[in-house]
């Protein structure tokens, strides 16, 4: 006789789904492999607390919260204010102690931050003159949002043309996890500033000063949909590789540090002098320029 499936209740969340359906499964004579494996699957833990962390972020969007306060860090400030113009309680004291700690003062900055919705990006606004010249040359407005890590791309100066071309995209950088800048494009502002007559280490100074996001007004030379496909080229060093003493390579800052039996992850040798790598094991996915094999052997 066949066991029936229980019934799940209304109320029923999908950890309790899940777990249900993990007691559910039986070993089958022509499956029993993948039995075991969707129940080692759904057994992990990890992917339990995964979905009870789903089910609060449900639960929190239907009951739709909203603050109490916009301002809870004020309003500490004004209440330890009050308790130091005058003689205070050993209570008094030791409230004065939580909301003058710095951890507190953290907890209610940030409920403040979410409370007025105030952490989304302010971007720039387009330029007056965007209009205009659209009508001779497809521009484009890039718009990216980094922290203090580098841009993750290279320029070089056209001998032919005079005009600033996008050398390199580092992988794993803010340019490439854009998806909107490609090797090849035509750059024309950096900010609003144009960079037509200003020099490469001019150019590369702007773009290392702009932080929180950074405006580009680029000519494409790709389309949008291209991609590179990611090398899996391993392969361990067999010498100490310091960037900023190597005064050949094209970008000393976008270089990758080294040392002799690190595994390096070769991403991309489209440059037969400069590939792009990184270390094994590092933290760090953006990845950093090494010299080619073809270049160690001149």
Same mark, same amino acid.
């Given at each position: 006789?066949?066991?029936?499936?229980?019934?799940? /209740?209304?109320?029923? $969340?999908?950890?309790? /789904?899940?777990?249900?359906?993990?007691?559910?499964?039986?070993?089958?004579?022509?499956?029993?492999?993948?039995?075991?494996? !969707? @129940?080692?699957?759904?057994?992990?833990?990890?992917?339990? +607390?995964?979905?009870?962390?789903?089910?609060?972020?449900?639960? +929190?969007?239907?009951?739709?919260?909203?603050?109490?306060?916009?301002?809870?860090?004020?309003?500490?400030?004004?209440?330890?204010?009050?308790?130091?113009?005058? =003689?205070?309680?050993?209570?008094?004291?030791?409230?004065?102690?939580?909301?003058?700690?710095?951890?507190?003062?953290?907890?209610?900055?940030?409920? &403040?931050?979410?409370?007025?919705?105030?952490?989304?990006?302010?971007?720039?606004?387009?330029?007056?003159?965007?209009?205009?010249?659209?009508?001779?040359?497809?521009?484009?407005?890039?718009?990216?949002?980094?922290?203090?890590?580098?841009? $993750?791309?290279?320029?070089? @100066? &056209?001998?032919?043309? $005079?005009?600033?071309?996008?050398?390199?995209?580092?992988?794993?950088?803010?340019?490439?996890?854009? $998806?909107?800048?490609?090797?090849?494009?035509?750059? @024309?502002?950096?900010?609003?500033?144009?960079?037509?007559?200003?020099? =490469?280490?001019?150019?590369?100074? !702007?773009?290392?000063?702009?932080?929180?996001?950074?405006?580009?007004?680029?000519?494409?030379?790709?389309?949008?949909?291209?991609?590179?496909?990611?090398?899996?080229? +391993?392969?361990?060093?067999?010498?100490?590789?310091? *960037?900023?003493?190597?005064?050949?390579?094209?970008?000393?800052?976008?270089?990758?540090?080294?040392?002799?039996?690190?595994?390096?992850?070769?991403? /991309?040798?489209?440059? *037969? /002098?400069?590939?792009?790598?990184?270390?094994?094991?590092?933290?760090?996915?953006?990845?950093?320029?090494? =010299?080619?094999?073809?270049?160690?052997?001149?």
């Amino acid at each position: 006789m066949k066991e029936a499936m229980p019934v799940l /209740t209304a109320g029923a $969340g999908l950890h309790e /789904t899940l777990a249900l359906l993990t007691s559910q499964l039986r070993p089958d004579a022509n499956h029993k492999e993948d039995m075991v494996f !969707l @129940r080692d699957v759904f057994s992990e833990r990890s992917l339990g +607390y995964l979905m009870k962390i789903h089910e609060k972020l449900r639960q +929190y969007e239907r009951q739709s919260p909203t603050p109490v306060l916009h301002s809870a860090s004020c309003l500490a400030e004004d209440v330890a204010e009050e308790l130091q113009s005058g =003689p205070m309680s050993a209570e008094e004291k030791e409230l004065l102690h939580l909301l003058t700690s710095p951890h507190l003062k953290a907890v209610l900055s940030v409920h &403040d931050t979410v409370a007025q919705k105030n952490f989304d990006p302010v971007l720039p606004p387009l330029p007056d003159d965007f209009e205009d010249e659209l009508e001779e040359e497809s521009v484009k407005i890039v718009r990216l949002v980094k922290n203090k890590e580098p841009l $993750g791309a290279t320029i070089r @100066r &056209d001998d032919a043309t $005079g005009t600033v071309i996008v050398a390199r995209i580092m992988r794993g950088g803010a340019a490439d996890r854009s $998806g909107l800048v490609h090797v090849g494009d035509e750059l @024309r502002e950096v900010n609003g500033v144009s960079v037509l007559h200003k020099r =490469p280490d001019e150019i590369s100074q !702007l773009l290392s000063q702009s932080q929180g996001s950074i405006s580009l007004k680029i000519i494409p030379a790709v389309k949008e949909d291209d991609c590179l496909r990611e090398s899996k080229v +391993y392969m361990r060093a067999l010498f100490d590789y310091v *960037p900023l003493e190597d005064k050949a390579t094209p970008c000393q800052e976008a270089g990758l540090p080294f040392k002799r039996g690190d595994i390096l992850q070769v991403v /991309t040798q489209d440059d *037969p /002098t400069w590939w792009q790598a990184k270390r094994v094991g590092d933290g760090n996915l953006r990845a950093g320029l090494i =010299p080619s094999k073809q270049f160690q052997e001149r």
